[in-house]
């Protein structure tokens, strides 16, 4: 396999957890590319979280082998450097965070990197100001909404400057605002070259991918851009999931004779194609 | 509720002088202090240096009554303390009733040993209350330094404590809200059946555990995919530095808390 550092390539995965009697993946194959943002789709126990747990080594594979950024993640001499390469940010930031305020929080990583004083402030500096809060950087990360929390996490991760940032449903706590928020920091991330792996369950946030990517008990049910995807409900449904209520509603208007021009996956497109 | 209100183990994100020093001069001094409550010997000594700390405490401008919050944690013990040693150390028989007798000896020593445990808790209180606990992992680690020849895990061994610190108050938080559930189901935390209390109370600590497991781990993964290492070669924002009129006045403390022993 070529190996490429802008990459991550999963090939032929397949992990199982200790006494568990079926695979949380089954000989999963994908490709991740930077300066892209993906988003892997799934019901619950689909595979999605370990996914994205393979993806930066936090998980190794049982069978098959993921390849980080050029780095094989079963070794365990790589892990520093794919951890360095790949971020993550989880679902629930609250238990996860060990600053005693925002800046410390998200000096973490870099602190760890071995980074010197000047360095660590400059990265935590940019990325509290990507994500739009350097107004609560020495407030303690308790006092702080869920939403303002996820951003910080987001803010922790960004300060390692990956070349990959994987969500693992960073969005699914959140109320409707808070997740836009987080969302509109992954595109800015995207427009600066990190590759997005954003894994979640609400289809609506596929429709800003480059790429989705469907998973379903384990295997990888099916793949491509979003409007080619999830624009057809029957396809949608085959592949386990609800279509999105947009393009139900624009397929009804459709079956009514209103002539529809591209695919329609949210309520904005919806409403600016009423509008045309 | 137990649980319910405590600070002690809970940092302060509040701009005082303590909480600027440096850690490693607010262990040292807190250090000093156990020891020396420990050597005194006299409640006079005792008294004093309880008034010493109060004064530092003031002089710091930190608030004092989270401080003194953290005693409630301790009432008990220190209530037990006292009734056991007063009760049960032989000495001049100043009060008798029945089988009980209060000697004043036992009295004394009761008096002590509660003093004691008050101002260990305050001194603990007010170091765990003015230093994050990054900074107190970063201090106890650069004091503790030397062990590492030795082949103790300092690193480790210090983010332990200091996690531990971080999950004190969650770990409160956590059982008010199982008392709460199990009281909303009709648990009786209040009742006067010992064995009906004990069964009610199990219910809160399977789940209380299960939650602090997870937590843990939730955070041991977090921290290892922010490349943490167990702290070696780790760098700081804030690097820790020990400022000449912090050193004089830690120093100053120690040596007022040392002459209370020779002096008095």
């Given amino acids: ?276 | 509720m137990a649980g319910r209100g405590i600070t002690i183990g809970q940092y302060l994100a509040v701009d005082t002088p303590l909480n600027r020093t440096d850690p490693r001069l607010k262990l040292s001094a807190v250090v000093a202090g156990v020891i020396l409550v420990f050597l005194y010997s006299t409640g006079r000594e005792l008294l004093v240096f309880g008034v010493l700390l109060l004064v530092t405490l003031l002089a710091t401008r930190l608030p004092l009554l989270p401080v003194l919050k953290s005693l409630k944690t301790v009432w008990v013990i220190v209530l037990v303390t006292f009734l056991l040693q007063a009760f049960l150390t032989p000495g001049e028989v100043m009060w008798h009733r029945g089988f009980l007798s209060v000697t004043d000896t036992g009295l004394s020593n009761g008096v002590m040993l509660s003093a004691r445990v008050v101002l260990l808790v305050i001194l603990l209180a007010a170091l765990t209350m003015t230093t994050a606990p990054l900074d107190l992992a970063d201090g106890l680690q650069s004091l503790l330094l030397p062990l590492n020849y030795l082949k103790v895990p300092v690193s480790q061994v210090t983010t332990v404590v200091s996690i531990t610190l971080m999950f004190i108050p969650g770990i409160l938080e956590q059982s008010h809200k199982l008392v709460k559930a199990q009281m909303a189901r009709g648990a009786d935390f209040e009742s006067a059946n010992l064995i009906r209390r004990v069964k009610d109370i199990v219910p809160v600590l399977v789940p209380l555990f299960v939650k602090v497991f997870h937590d843990a781990d939730d955070l041991a993964v977090a921290m290892d995919a922010r490349v943490y290492n167990g702290g070696r070669n780790r760098t700081r924002l804030y690097p820790l530095e020990i400022r000449l009129l912090e050193k004089v006045l830690t120093l100053a403390f120690i040596s007022a808390a040392v002459a209370i022993k020779f002096v008095l």
């Fill in chain 1, 1 to 276: 396999m070529h190996v490429n550092p802008h990459q991550i390539v999963v090939e032929d995965l397949s992990f199982t957890y200790p006494r568990m009697p079926e695979p949380a993946l089954d000989n999963v194959s994908q490709r991740f590319r930077q300066g892209r943002f993906y988003v892997v789709l799934g019901r619950n126990g689909s595979g999605k979280s370990t996914l994205a747990l393979c993806l930066n080594g936090l998980l190794t594979p049982g069978k098959g082998r993921v390849l980080s950024c050029g780095l094989d993640t079963s070794r365990p001499g790589n892990a520093p450097e794919i951890r360095k390469q790949v971020a993550i940010v989880f679902q629930a930031p609250d238990t996860r965070m060990v600053g005693s305020t925002v800046e410390e929080e998200v000096a973490f990583g870099p602190e760890n990197l071995g980074l010197a004083p000047a360095v660590i402030r400059k990265r935590v500096d940019e990325a509290l100001g990507l994500a739009g809060i350097l107004d609560i950087a020495r407030r303690q990360p308790q006092q702080l909404s869920q939403g303002q929390k996820q951003l910080v996490a987001v803010a922790g991760a960004v300060a390692m400057e990956p070349s990959f940032l994987i969500s693992d449903e960073s969005t699914s706590m959140l109320d409707v605002r808070s997740q836009a928020g987080v969302l509109k920091l992954y595109a800015d991330l995207r427009e600066r070259g990190v590759g997005i792996i954003h894994v979640t369950h609400f289809l609506e946030e596929a429709a800003a991918a480059d790429h989705v990517v469907i998973l379903e008990g384990g295997r990888v049910a099916g793949g491509g851009p979003p409007g080619e995807l999830l624009s057809d409900p029957t396809r949608v449904r085959d592949l386990g999931l609800d279509p999105l209520p947009a393009t139900m509603v624009a397929r009804e208007l459709a079956t009514l004779g209103h002539i529809m021009d591209g695919d329609v996956l949210t309520a904005e497109e919806l409403l600016q194609w009423s509008r045309a």
